[in-house]
């Protein structure tokens, strides 16, 4: 984070790219507004009023002035309060998605119109593209050209509230980051985001002592270049040469009440951070 602004929101230097795990949202003509969840990490996810799913659909629905009618259906893969933008992603998939199905002029202009109105990481979700993020979560920019890499991305079954860990945040803002225009391999990756930081780690960590662990297994796979803290916790990421050692090390670290992923980047997918490189590895829901 590089500063806080005088209405309280911080803001934010983020590499955002994209990571092959993503939630999947489906949408049928209907009625009325109905949203289902499946999925293996649905379980206490609410499908009402308050989900960001439903707020981006009734929020579409006011701004061009038509009735909300779509069956929606979640599917969750990725684990909630996890610190991966997975209901972000979800929010900018749904308008994306609803923009098509409700045939509506220029959806991608209107979905981007009202993304910063549902969260700081729907913009960039929305966009759907490697970026560079500042300011909230709304200024947009080209992010360095990045090579092949993996992923590994591990939870350990702890849910971690994003506003907690802001409010227990200490100490000065970090200047923004100083990036190349690209990298030619993982490991010169590794070692210019090694030299940066996520300021979410540090108070992430002090609220959720299981994290500590998760950092440890990963930094002990044999191939792993870096091990952060996503975002604002509890899931941590490493990261690796190619999208095979990482899947290795994912079945390699599987433990009961932990989630595990491992790959590549990949399109539709999500990921950014807090600051660099602190990253969320986040999936967005194909639309």
Not at 82 to 100: E, V
Not at 163 to 192: E, H, I, K, M, N
Not at 231 to 252: I, K, M, N, V
Request: a neutral charge; proline letters at 11%; one cysteine or more.
């Amino acid at each position: 984070m590089t500063g806080r602004r005088p209405d309280g929101y911080h803001t934010l230097d983020s590499l955002v790219v994209f990571a092959g795990i993503a939630d999947r949202l489906t949408a049928v003509p209907a009625p009325d507004l109905s949203l289902e969840i499946d999925g293996p990490c649905a379980a206490g996810l609410s499908p009402g009023e308050d989900n960001l799913v439903c707020r981006a659909a009734r929020g579409l629905a006011k701004e061009v002035g038509c009735a909300a009618r779509a069956a929606l259906r979640l599917t969750k893969n990725l684990p909630q309060a996890a610190g991966l933008g997975g209901g972000s992603a979800d929010a900018a998939a749904t308008l994306r998605l609803l923009g098509r199905l409700w045939g509506l002029d220029k959806p991608d202009a209107l979905a981007a119109l009202l993304a910063v109105t549902l969260g700081a990481d729907v913009p960039v979700c929305v966009a759907g593209r490697p970026a560079r993020m500042r300011g909230i979560g709304e200024i947009l920019g080209p992010a360095p050209a990045l090579p092949p890499f993996g992923l590994c991305l591990i939870n350990p079954g702890t849910p971690v509230p994003t506003a907690p860990v802001f409010a227990a945040r200490r100490g000065p803002f970090s200047p923004a980051a100083c990036l190349p225009q690209g990298w030619a391999d993982a490991a010169s990756l590794a070692v210019d985001l090694g030299r940066l930081g996520n300021d979410l780690e540090a108070p992430a960590i002090s609220l959720c002592p299981a994290i500590p662990p998760v950092l440890a297994a990963l930094t002990g796979q044999p191939h792993c270049l870096l091990a952060r803290v996503s975002g604002s916790g509890a899931t941590c990421f490493g990261l690796f040469p190619d999208p095979a050692s990482a899947a290795e090390a994912a079945s390699a670290l599987t433990r009961p009440g932990w989630w595990c992923w491992g790959g590549g980047p990949a399109a539709q997918t999500c990921v950014s951070s807090s600051k660099l490189p602190g990253s969320k590895f986040p999936g967005s829901s194909p639309a």
